[in-house]
């Protein structure tokens, strides 16, 4: 199942995780790290775990984001709510494949003591946040099943590079983060995974994530991440086939259904080869979101 839109809910806002479940949002991400304060995660733990243990899964995935892996909290975080059974964990701050190994193997010890298979819980990565992260980005390949996904982050990469700013007067990313997206795109479809935009912060303003969106599509990104339920539909209709794209998809397809022998063809004019296949297979592969 392709995620298209992963909205974040702090874990410790009652009114918030009540909201969550409406938005049309294809997976819930319940925050345990940035949006709850150090001292609200105890309380913060037990509220996700209830929530996931009562909440509707039929609206939509629910995962969890994690404190890093290397923090205290890390293990109180699995603790407290692996036996609840999200659909993943989200890690923030991952800086290799071997990040991604150790909570598999974390993962695979609470799955055992809570009696769900091995492997149900699934694992996406938030790859770009740390100085050291970009050298890691080509690690995250066969490390384990449980991988679906990979994002990068801007806003804690800044902070780690003691940078005013991540955008320009223009507004547009600069440099070191346009690096890290082009990355974390190379960096998820190296390891077959989806690859998930980053957050576009300024909530209110939907003509630029339609262009974000837009952008990041363009470039082989399949969903984004984002903080507020009035940026979902708009990440779904923009990661959603357009009808033209799917009658385009399938003509494709029925071209080369057509002259099964042949390795490069024409339609209307334009040359057809394997990578277009293959682009009209994904588009067609979107196609349940679609229509949900
Ligand atoms: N999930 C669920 N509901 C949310 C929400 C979210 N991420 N963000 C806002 N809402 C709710 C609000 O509670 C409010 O509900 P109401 O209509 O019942 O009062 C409604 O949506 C409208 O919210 P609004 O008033 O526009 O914004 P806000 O000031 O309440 O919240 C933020 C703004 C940024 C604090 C909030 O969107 C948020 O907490 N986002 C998630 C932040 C996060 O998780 N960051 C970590 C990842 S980068
Ligand atoms: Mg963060």
Redesign the pocket.
């Known amino acids: 199942m392709m995620l298209r839109s992963m ?4 874990g410790d ?1 009652e ?6 479940a409406s ?1 049309g949002a294809d997976a ?2 319940l ?1 345990l ?3 709850v304060a150090a001292s609200r995660r105890p309380v913060a733990r037990e509220m996700t775990r209830e929530y996931l243990k009562s909440a509707d899964r039929s609206k939509g995935e629910l995962w969890v ?1 994690m404190n890093p892996i290397d923090s205290d909290d890390a293990l109180k975080d699995l603790a407290a709510v692996v036996c609840a059974r999200p659909d993943g964990i989200a890690i923030p701050k991952t800086e290799s494949g071997a990040d991604i190994l150790r909570l598999s193997h974390y993962l695979d010890a609470l799955e055992v003591e809570a009696g769900i298979p091995i492997g149900a819980v699934a694992i996406f990565a938030i790859a770009t946040e740390t100085a050291g992260a970009a050298f890691g980005l080509g690690t995250y390949k066969g490390v384990t099943p449980r991988l679906r996904a990979i994002t990068w ?1 801007a ?1 804690d990469l800044s902070a780690a590079l003691g940078a005013s700013s991540n955008k320009g007067d223009d507004g547009q990313y600069t440099h070191p983060y346009v690096l890290a997206r082009s990355l974390c795109l190379y960096a998820a479809h190296h390891a077959e995974v989806q690859a998930i935009d980053t ?1 576009l ?1 300024d ?2 303003d939907s003509a630029k994530l339609k262009k974000e969106c837009e952008d990041a599509r363009r470039d082989g990104y399949t969903g984004k ?6 940026q979902v539909a708009v990440i779904n209709a923009a990661f959603s086939p357009t009808e033209a794209e799917l009658a385009q998809a399938r003509a494709v397809i029925d071209a080369f259904a057509a002259q099964p022998d042949a390795g490069t063809l024409q339609l209307n004019g334009k040359m057809l080869d394997k990578p277009h296949l293959k682009q009209a297979e994904r588009i067609m592969a979107l196609v349940d979101q679609a229509r949900r």
């Open positions: 909205l974040f809910v702090p806002s009114k918030k995780l009540a909201k969550g938005c819930l991400i925050d790290e940035d949006a984001r982050g806003e957050v912060p909530f209110r991440i984002c903080i507020h339920p009035d």
